[in-house]
């Protein structure tokens, strides 16, 4: 079913706190953000097949969930059933390769999904839509080769990002014009990159996260999480420096300091048998955490669950970037700032790694919480004159 993407979630609700950035104030930015902007999608894939798009979430000052149509307009999903019944077609027919089209996004946070050659199936259940599963060999999207951006669009501003959390697929850029017509951009993958992440999928032994088409076309690469669902990889693969950090941490100190505007907010973590416990700098435990899975690790959830407080949620987040980039044993004081130290032992998300590695601007959503210390591909501002998303070639 349909929820806030953890992604922005995680940027929205804990922005000034967690990043140190600025968000404008609604008596400022309610004027500058109008009810809708243009949402321009260029089309660069170099394949011929049609292209779809769909804008999906939950209307802001509603709650509701539904979509938007090319002009911007909400529909609310209808009840839906259970099993599963079809859902509406929100589907907009999108450009033509070498052309663009442009819609309008609402205030809504949510994903723009498209497709190429082939609609997505969506269907309702009582609880809201259920979303295209890939993990799952019977999802009837399994075939389909489709991608999306999240995106939140509000007072504040626009938020919009290039994903990789779920999986690498149809590659695509994300873009957000200023108000002095500058536009940052984010999500473009060097020349030969969309290729070169399968290859070194393979070359590091994770080639199991590749799910090809019948013909062996390579479709997507499910992230590491999901591909231990999918029995692609191992639920083990990442114990070995899990054991080596929690022997660490038996005998010496982990410092977190999890919000980049709090120096002097620091957090220390000892293990003790089968728990890290954190306490702050007065000696009281704050909060504990139980020795992770390889699956907890990837998905910054369950054992390294993320609320959205000010204590457990931050450090989670901050144990979770360095489980996944394996700085957790180079350096005792995280976050650690300095990218060249990230993916540098034997054991971590070779998934992560690889896409980093590919991107021309080295940032990407790897794993949930990549946005610790602002590595991931992200753009903002807070008063959006257009929205860009460039669907890429396939090289």
């Not at 969930?65 to 911007?72: M, S």
């Not at 909400?74 to 079809?86: D, K, Q, S, Y």
Request: glycine residues 10%; charged residues 15%.
């Amino acid at each position: 079913m349909f929820r806030l993407p953890k992604v922005l979630a995680s940027v929205v609700s804990a922005l000034v706190v967690a990043t140190g950035l600025t968000v404008l104030g609604p008596s400022t930015s309610a004027e500058a953000v109008p009810a809708t902007i243009p949402l321009t999608i260029k089309n660069s894939s170099g394949r011929s097949e049609p292209v779809y798009v769909y804008n999906l979430g939950t209307e802001l000052s509603s709650g509701r969930q539904g979509w938007a149509d090319a002009n911007g307009t909400f529909h609310p999903w209808p009840a839906g059933g259970n099993p599963p019944t079809p859902a509406p077609n929100a589907s907009i027919a999108g450009p033509a390769n070498g052309q663009t089209r442009t819609i309008r996004m609402p205030k809504f946070s949510g994903r723009v999904y498209f497709s190429i050659g082939q609609k997505i199936v969506f269907k309702v259940t009582t609880g809201g839509l259920v979303q295209p599963a890939v993990q799952n060999p019977s999802d009837p999207n399994r075939n389909i080769l489709f991608n999306w951006s999240e995106y939140t669009l509000n007072d504040a501003g626009l938020w919009i990002n290039s994903t990789q959390v779920d999986m690498f697929s149809a590659p695509y850029a994300v873009g957000v014009k200023l108000a002095n017509g500058t536009v940052k951009n984010t999500g473009r993958l060097k020349p030969g990159g969309y290729n070169a992440v399968f290859n070194q999928l393979r070359s590091a032994g994770w080639g199991g996260l590749i799910q090809n088409r019948p013909d062996g076309t390579p479709l997507r690469a499910l992230s590491p999480g999901h591909g231990i669902e999918a029995g692609g990889l191992s639920a083990g693969v990442m114990n070995d420096y899990i054991n080596r950090v929690w022997s660490r941490y038996s005998s010496s100190t982990l410092t977190v300091t999890p919000f980049a505007n709090q120096p002097n907010t620091k957090y220390y973590g000892r293990v003790s048998g089968n728990v890290m416990n954190f306490t702050n700098g007065s000696g009281a435990v704050v909060t504990s955490f139980q020795k992770p899975d390889s699956d907890s690790v990837f998905g910054c959830y369950k054992l390294l669950d993320a609320p959205n407080d000010l204590v457990r949620g931050p450090i989670s987040r901050t144990l979770c970037a360095g489980y996944n980039r394996s700085t957790l044993l180079t350096n005792p004081n995280q976050p650690d700032p300095n990218n060249a130290n990230f993916y540098r032992d034997a054991v971590t998300n070779h998934y992560s790694r690889i896409i980093h590695g590919q991107m021309v601007d080295g940032k990407a959503y790897g794993f949930a919480f990549d946005d610790v210390g602002a590595h991931e591909s992200l753009v903002h501002d807070g008063n959006p004159q257009e929205a860009f998303m460039t669907l890429e070639p396939f090289n």
